[in-house]
């Protein structure tokens, strides 16, 4: 009888289109001196990947995610790295209702779920993101479906990051998995991702450390979405001089989103004021989507003047 990841991976593969995947690989530049270089697609589409994942929810274990997240295939990392969002979120909510319930009442496997707020004694955090899947931290995840709290899954994730190697990849997992542990302030980990500290970076061969300076970015969303701005900052004062589009999309997405916020309007005229006139066209331009035209037309003409300057 075939395996639950078996039967997920025939479901994955029965669910390809092979014109899909020429687009897919054209679309997410797998090609030579592209920055996907060497992925492989199998040419589905993203809801089905999302439904097979709830799909496949209570069926799968943090082991077999990891082996989804180590596929040579963009569709099965993807359905992978979905799981692990999933999981991840099931235990903060779980942690959240048991904390209204009373602090620290125990979930089903003995123990509280491991919610991100604050760093746990007993997370090495840095073994996971530097020594991969070669970690104690990694060696030590539980096993069983739905055993997994939202550190263990943060773990994992620090561990596989190597299988986190497009934007699309990164945008649909760096939210969930690590924007609660930047909002908790686990020592570090910001500083770690943003300065792409990793022996075995996953990004193009002219940008080693493309993919975890991204993750870095789009980590700091769970605390804007509390009115903590000062992880977006450090990230977007970091990367106003990245020679990489994509680090000024994400970067100017980031800052238009956060502007959303209560306070957010007015940390993001502030940024504005302070860098326009440096920050990489794109990124301005994301930035200033929601600005009404004749703001946007003040601020891009100080980026313009800089440049007769």
Same mark, same amino acid.
Request: hydrophobic letters at 40%; aromatic letters at 8%; a positive charge.
């Given at each position: 009888?075939?395996?639950?990841?078996?039967?997920?991976?025939?479901?994955?593969?029965?669910?390809?289109?092979?014109?899909?995947?020429?687009?897919?690989?054209?679309?997410?530049?797998?090609?030579?001196?592209?920055?996907?270089?060497?992925?492989?697609?199998?040419?589905?589409?993203?809801?089905?990947?999302?439904?097979?994942?709830?799909?496949?929810?209570?069926?799968? @274990? *943090?082991?077999?995610?990891?082996?989804?997240?180590? $596929?040579? !295939?963009?569709?099965?990392?993807?359905?992978?790295? #979905?799981? /692990?969002?999933?999981?991840?979120?099931?235990?903060?909510?779980?942690?959240?209702?048991?904390?209204?319930?009373?602090?620290?009442?125990?979930?089903?496997?003995?123990?509280?779920?491991?919610?991100?707020?604050?760093?746990?004694?007993?997370?090495?955090?840095?073994?996971?993101?530097?020594?991969?899947?070669?970690?104690?931290?990694?060696?030590?995840?539980?096993?069983?479906?739905?055993?997994?709290?939202?550190?263990?899954?943060?773990?994992?994730?620090?561990?596989?990051?190597?299988?986190?190697?497009?934007?699309?990849?990164?945008?649909?997992?760096?939210?969930?998995?690590?924007?609660?542990?930047?909002?908790?302030?686990?020592?570090?980990?910001?500083?770690?991702?943003?300065?792409?500290?990793?022996?075995?970076?996953?990004?193009?061969?002219?940008?080693? @450390? *493309?993919?975890?300076?991204?993750?870095?970015?789009? $980590?700091? !969303?769970?605390?804007?979405?509390?009115?903590?701005? #000062?992880? /977006?900052?450090?990230?977007?004062?970091?990367?106003?001089?990245?020679?990489?589009?994509?680090?000024?999309?994400?970067?100017?997405?980031?800052?238009?989103?956060?502007?959303?916020?209560?306070?957010?309007?007015?940390?993001?005229?502030?940024?504005?004021?302070?860098?326009?006139?440096?920050?990489?066209?794109?990124?301005?331009?994301?930035?200033?989507?929601?600005?009404?035209?004749?703001?946007?037309?003040?601020?891009?003409?100080?980026?313009?003047?800089?440049?007769?300057?």
């Amino acid at each position: 009888m075939p395996t639950p990841l078996a039967e997920l991976c025939a479901e994955i593969r029965a669910a390809g289109n092979p014109e899909f995947a020429a687009h897919h690989a054209r679309f997410f530049k797998a090609i030579p001196g592209g920055y996907g270089e060497g992925d492989l697609f199998i040419g589905c589409k993203v809801p089905p990947l999302r439904a097979l994942a709830r799909k496949y929810q209570d069926k799968l @274990g *943090l082991p077999q995610i990891a082996q989804l997240m180590a $596929s040579p !295939w963009h569709e099965e990392r993807l359905t992978g790295l #979905a799981l /692990l969002v999933n999981q991840a979120n099931l235990a903060n909510k779980a942690s959240r209702a048991n904390r209204s319930n009373g602090a620290g009442k125990p979930g089903k496997t003995g123990k509280t779920n491991g919610a991100a707020t604050k760093t746990p004694p007993d997370f090495p955090w840095q073994e996971a993101f530097e020594k991969g899947r070669e970690s104690a931290a990694f060696a030590a995840l539980p096993q069983a479906p739905g055993s997994a709290g939202y550190t263990d899954c943060a773990t994992l994730y620090l561990a596989c990051l190597d299988g986190v190697n497009n934007w699309d990849l990164v945008d649909l997992s760096a939210k969930d998995l690590l924007g609660p542990a930047i909002h908790a302030g686990w020592p570090g980990l910001l500083d770690a991702l943003m300065l792409a500290r990793r022996p075995r970076l996953n990004g193009p061969a002219r940008f080693p @450390g *493309l993919w975890v300076e991204r993750v870095s970015v789009l $980590s700091t !969303w769970g605390a804007f979405k509390h009115n903590n701005f #000062a992880p /977006l900052l450090q990230v977007a004062e970091h990367f106003l001089t990245h020679p990489h589009d994509l680090m000024h999309k994400a970067v100017g997405w980031l800052l238009r989103e956060a502007a959303k916020q209560p306070q957010g309007q007015a940390f993001l005229v502030d940024f504005l004021d302070r860098h326009a006139h440096i920050m990489p066209r794109t990124m301005l331009r994301y930035a200033l989507e929601h600005f009404p035209p004749e703001q946007r037309a003040v601020y891009m003409a100080k980026k313009s003047q800089l440049g007769k300057s």
